[in-house]
């Protein structure tokens, strides 16, 4: 049950393996084990846009207009994480239960009295395992564009805020959400992967599906897969994601919704350099299906494009304990057949450095400097709309 939950980062225990953190195991009487790790983490960011954006294309994630102007302390990219993880083999069967709980330190912007923080229950899956593979049964990270996410610098991070008028940012920060990837999101799911251990896996599986825009009607599950390989420093990946929504419970027009991601990233010692994409159609450019479907043309099978890449460098100098990181990357979302052409772009550069203070405590400086602009008709529209924050913050991974 390690294999998924950890590869995962669980967004959570993986985020601590990453660091060494061990976590508490205990041992129980019927032969199982016991495990309580997570991670705490908060951040000190100001953020500020400019005061002369006008970009309103559709999907635009950067406010125009001067919007935004405030400092404040919140979780980043990673929400805290405290995860609870039961294991135990009966006969050649190896099983598991997980349970993922990620509590914000932050309210909405603006609001005084921050009762009843919330509590994210992200993970709740039963894992059943042996020398075929493994089945994941529950609530997990998506397959697609989940190596996309696990490999961005501002997963330790803010990256972009998400913060763009008060009453906004009780949750985590988007860090490169809609800045280079669609986030692959906590889902139902049933969901296989072969058997650990091996350079290659493979993982495909049935998940509950989304609404997309006036296609609300789902009477199929959603389809996804991945493929990873890594050896010798190398790691590559695949994925691919297959969706139909109906505009009506029955009857009515389909719609198919697909996408498909990769990357390759290299890593020694002392640097990492990764490049990652994806291309679809009807998935959005943030959260699936999110400013992904035309509202136009009744009766036809239509849906917006959307695209996105990330190029990142990490350097960490020879017995240090300061890794240093920059990235580029861009999303965009092109208009469905049957309505006016234009094209929103959001690109966000990042820019950090990661001390690992102790074995658990990671200490956090980060720039980031994100934009939206637009095109209607080939031609760029008004004045693109810009934003940024300074960060300095603390993670704690047990």
């Not at 102007?69 to 083999?89: C, M, Q, Y």
């Not at 239509?302 to 861009?330: E, N």
Request: glycine share 18%.
């Amino acid at each position: 049950m390690k294999r998924i939950g950890l590869v995962c980062l669980g967004l959570a225990l993986g985020a601590a393996n990453t660091v060494h953190a061990q976590g508490l195991t205990m041992q129980m009487g019927n032969g199982w084990n016991f495990t309580f790790s997570g991670n705490v983490n908060a951040f000190l960011y100001y953020e500020k846009s400019n005061t002369g954006g006008t970009t309103v294309t559709p999907g635009g994630l950067t406010p125009g207009g001067g919007a935004v102007s405030a400092t404040r302390i919140t979780t980043g990219l990673l929400p805290a994480f405290a995860v609870f993880d039961a294991k135990g083999k009966e006969g050649n069967t190896d099983l598991g239960v997980h349970f993922g709980f990620a509590p914000q330190v932050n309210c909405a912007t603006g609001v005084n009295d921050c009762f009843g923080a919330q509590i994210d229950m992200r993970q709740v899956y039963l894992t059943i395992g042996g020398d075929w593979g493994q089945l994941l049964v529950g609530r997990e990270l998506g397959l697609f564009n989940r190596q996309n996410i696990l490999t961005d610098q501002t997963l330790f991070g803010v990256g972009a805020t998400g913060n763009g008028t008060p009453g906004s940012g009780a949750g985590t920060t988007l860090g490169r959400i809609g800045f280079g990837y669609v986030y692959p999101n906590f889902r139902a799911q049933m969901t296989y992967s072969t058997k650990a251990g091996q350079p290659y896996s493979f993982s495909i599986g049935l998940f509950e599906a989304a609404s997309v825009g006036n296609y609300a009607f789902t009477q199929i599950p959603r389809v996804e897969a991945e493929f990873t390989y890594a050896q010798s420093g190398f790691k590559g990946w695949l994925g691919g994601t297959l969706q139909s929504t109906k505009d009506a419970p029955t009857g009515g027009t389909s719609m198919t919704g697909w996408g498909g991601s990769g990357g390759l990233r290299y890593e020694q010692s002392m640097f990492s350099v990764t490049g990652s994409g994806y291309y679809g159609k009807g998935i959005g450019t943030t959260l699936y299906g999110i400013a992904g479907s035309s509202n136009l043309g009744a009766g036809n099978d239509d849906a917006r494009k959307s695209y996105g890449f990330i190029g990142q460098v990490t350097v960490t100098p020879t017995a240090s304990k300061l890794t240093i990181a920059g990235s580029y990357g861009s999303s965009y979302l092109k208009n469905a057949n049957n309505e006016g052409s234009f094209r929103t772009e959001n690109t966000l550069v990042s820019g950090g450095l990661y001390y690992q203070a102790t074995k658990s405590l990671k200490v956090v400086g980060e720039f980031d400097y994100w934009w939206t602009k637009g095109k209607v008709g080939g031609v760029t529209v008004g004045s693109k709309n810009t934003q940024w924050a300074p960060a300095l913050g603390f993670m704690l991974f047990f």
